[in-house]
Structure formats: C-alpha cells, structure tokens
C-alpha cells in the first residue's frame, strides 16, 4: 500500500470537506432533511460546555483535567449499585417491634392513599427474615447475613432515612443516576467527568462494570443524555476483550490504525472550524481515546497477574464475569485515575413466588455473592491511600415494605417477598469526606416512614457532587432554553456525614 504523504491527505480532506459543505449550503433538501431530523431527536442541540471554574477557558480535549469550584474531600467516585433494591429491614434497619407484628394483618392506615406493585388487598406484616448484633466501636446493627463487612463497618455512614419518588425498577434507577425518572438525562457520572475531566487520558473518565443482565432502565443509566457523548460511562467487560473492538480488524496493523485515525480528524477538525458543534470534537477525542486505549484498557483489565492471595481475598476467579471480579477491576481503575466507576449488580429484586425464593434465600444468597469483594474492595483501598479521596457510595434503587406481598390479593404464609418500597430505605458511603463509623436518620418502629433526618434522592446526590467540589445548584448544562443540573430544581447537602 502507498503511503500518502500529509499534503495530499488534507488536501483530500479539505475537498471532502467542502463537497460536503457545497451540498449542505446549496441543497434545500439537504438542509429540510438536517431540520427534520433534529425535531425528530426532541431538538437535543448541544451547546459549549459552560466551564465550572468562572473565568476557565475550555480546552479542545472536552475530558481535559479541569479544577472543581471549590477544594473537594473526593477526588473518585465508586457507586456500587445492587439493582432491584435489596431489603433494608435484613439488611441494616434493626426492627424488633416488627417481628411482635409477624403475621398480623396490615393496618390500613399504612394502605391507604399508597400505590404499591404487589399488594392488594390487606396483606399481613412479615416480621424481619434475619437475626441482627451489633459491630464495631460504632454498634452499627447488622444482619447475620454479613461475615465480612462486620470488618470494615468503622468504615461507612448509613443513610437510614432515604425516600425516592419512584415505586417502579427502571424509573427509580434512572431517578438515582439522572436525577428523573424519565429518559435524556445525563447520568451522575456523566456529570462528574464533564464537571472534572480525567485524570487517565488513555482510560475513559467513566467506566461501567456489570454483573449479571444490564439494570432494568437499560444503558440510560450511564448516559451522557444532552451532554456531549464524550461524558458517556464506557461498558467494559470482566470476560473477554474489555472493550468490543478494541483490537485492531485483520490486515490492519497499529500504524495504519493511527494514520486512519489522524485523517478522519483532520476532516473533523475542519468541520468543526466552519461550524462551532463540540460534538466533533467529542468525537474527535473519542477517536483519538480509543487508539490510546488499545494499549491501555488491556493491560488495566488483566486481573490475571494479581497474586493469588488477592484473588483469593476478593473471591475472584479469572476468565470469570463476575461481581467479585468486578470489584477487583474496579480498584485497579481507580488507582489508574477513572473518574467514575459504577458497578450494576443484578437480581436482588425478592419478591415472594410459589416457585420464587423469598427475601430470607434471595437475600442471603445476594450477600454470600458480594459480601467478601465489598469488604476486600474497601480494605484494599484503604491500604494503598485510595480511600481517603475516593467516595464510595452502596445502595440499590427504593426500599422494600415492613408487609408481604400478596400480589394476588390473598394472604399466602410461603409469600415471603417484600415489595417496592418508596418512603424509606437504607445505603452507605464511605471514603473521602464521610464520617467513620456513623448513621444519619432513622425509621418509625416497623421501618415504614422516616421520622428523623429523612434524605432524598436529590439530597444524596447534592452530597456527592459537594464532595467532589462543586455547588449542584451550579454544576449546570445549557439545554433546550435553560440551565440543567442533576439535582433538577432541589436538593440539599447532607452535612450531618461529612467529616
């Protein structure tokens, strides 16, 4: 093959470029079809990034590293997402009075004005599933399900009071990630790499790990929405090659992979000189990520050289997609300076089936699974200095009733699901910023309604921006005529766990 030399190939480009140009400025129908299709697409219009320093220039490299509006505790971000909504009342939210009530039916006061997805009728109460002790200098109150994380509980801040807008799986999660319930939204850590740039720039700035099918709300959930798609979270996989792709096709070696890619962005470049979109130049550094990720991502995601012991601590196998594995790669990729890595752990939705297991077998089960990496993950942090300015946040998506389900109408004694739950749940965070060995809010007697320090989902995202550095009132993206944010129009910073 003939070597083009650089002349030729911007001259190639240039004409390209202009052809295209002609086109577009002489052809009605080339333009009717460009308005079309833009009011097809809901007239998504993506404007300049507003910097988030005032005064800050914005940088052709939309993922360069840019500083926070103020001093951060956290510099990274994990959220571990159990998807489906484990139960906090086997969990972490210790109900005695509750168990005095097992089998009764429900008072109808706790029915009526609520809409729930299986119950109907008067269900009866189900006392908790779990024995609970105490643990740690804390006292925390945890379920004889945990071995491990009794260990490390010193560790976190529970969030005992949290309430959600949203009783149904795929709606709630995109509620947690993107602050609605409905699609087009930026997810949290889309925001975060387009408020912080990343550290790594041979490593995405968001990076996804899923164990199991991907959550109910699909890949929405880490989205870029109405930002650039440069802001997108990156799936990689623990099984496989990371990324699909990533190798280069037969008959094209790694020089011709980079002159291919230096002539589509030199034709970028120049339609981004003569039309101002910072979408080509999201994609202009999209082209040049993935050719730099090629000799990255491989060597970041080859769990296969940690020493046996390190496997053995996290319960990881490799050649395995699993949970535990995931979390393994998720230490390496914050310590390779990922901005955002989230984990989607699947199937801890228990509801109660005649061929169903119950919250007590789901639940225990789900934990046997994930309670040795989580554990592993966060002492591993802590030993190498990651914790200190890494957030780490674990919860699922609501909370589940202080009742059975009875989702055809009858009272059933081998129902022993949970169903959704909006009004109150718990999660965790630890890491850079949060108070050690703490609990913020708390539930009535049988874990039905916060009744003290009550969080909601704007709130806890409102946090963790604030740890990060930013003002969520003023993390914003212009879109559609005003100023986005992820907190939507409310929140507030829960200082009562910060440090």
């Not at 509620?175 to 550290?199: D, N």
């Not at 990689?236 to 230096?262: F, M, Q, W």
């Not at 990496?373 to 200095?385: C, S």
């Not at 921006?465 to 003002?471: I, Q, R, V, Y």
């Amino acid at each position: 093959m003939n070597r083009i030399d650089h002349h030729t190939e911007a001259r190639f480009a240039e004409a390209h470029f202009n052809t295209r140009r002609h086109f577009l400025k002489q052809s009605t129908l080339g333009l009717g079809a460009l308005a079309l299709g833009s009011l097809v697409h809901g007239c998504q219009t993506k404007t300049a990034p507003i910097p988030p320093v005032e005064g800050a220039t914005e940088s052709l490299n939309p993922l360069a590293v840019r500083a926070p509006q103020f001093a951060p505790k956290a510099k990274r971000v994990l959220f571990l997402h159990m998807e489906g909504a484990p139960s906090q009342l086997e969990l972490f939210d210790f109900k005695p009075a509750l168990a005095k009530l097992d089998g009764q039916p429900c008072p109808q006061s706790l029915l009526e004005g609520k809409r729930f997805a299986f119950i109907k009728g008067v269900p009866n109460m189900l006392g908790p599933q779990a024995k609970f002790a105490q643990h740690g200098a804390s006292g925390a109150w945890l379920s004889e399900y945990f071995e491990h994380f009794p260990k490390v509980v010193d560790q976190v801040s529970f969030l005992k009071a949290l309430h959600t807008d949203e009783f149904n799986h795929a709606p709630a999660q995109l509620f947690m990630h993107t602050g609605s319930p409905r699609l087009g939204r930026p997810s949290m850590g889309s925001w975060v790499t387009y408020g912080l740039g990343s550290e790594n720039q041979n490593l995405p700035g968001f990076v996804v790990l899923v164990s199991g099918a991907d959550p109910s709300a699909g890949k929405s959930v880490w989205g870029p929405g109405f930002l650039p798609t440069v802001y997108q979270g990156v799936q990689c996989r623990a099984k496989g090659d990371p990324v699909l792709y990533i190798n280069n096709p037969a008959g094209v070696d790694t020089a011709l992979r980079k002159r291919s890619i230096e002539v589509i962005n030199q034709i970028n470049e120049l339609e981004h000189q003569q039309l101002g979109d910072p979408e080509i130049l999201s994609r202009i550094s999209q082209y040049e990520l993935a050719y730099r990720m090629q000799a990255e991502v491989p060597e970041t995601m080859n769990i296969a050289d940690e020493p046996t012991w390190v496997h053995e601590w996290y319960g990881a196998k490799p050649g395995e997609a699993s949970f535990a594995n995931n979390c393994l790669l998720a230490r390496k990729l914050l310590e390779k300076g990922v901005r955002f890595v989230q984990l989607f752990d699947r199937s801890w939705d228990h509801h109660g089936t005649d061929a169903g297991s119950g919250v007590d077998k789901g639940l225990r089960g789900n934990v046997l699974r994930t309670d040795k990496p989580v554990t592993a993950l966060l002492q591993d942090l802590e030993q190498r200095g990651l914790l200190d300015d890494t957030l780490v946040v674990w919860g699922g998506e609501f909370g589940r009733t202080p009742m059975m389900e009875n989702r055809d109408g009858n009272v059933h004694s081998n129902f022993k699901g949970r169903d959704h739950h909006t009004e109150a749940f718990t999660m965790w965070l630890a890491g850079g910023g949060i108070k050690k060995g703490f609990s913020w809010g708390e539930t009535d007697e049988i874990g039905y309604y916060g009744v003290q320090g009550k969080t909601h989902i704007h709130d806890l995202q409102a946090t963790i921006l604030h740890l990060l550095g930013f003002d969520h009132e003023h993390l914003t993206f212009p879109f559609q005529g005003r100023n986005f944010r992820l907190t939507d129009v409310h929140g507030k910073v829960v200082r009562e766990i910060l440090a």
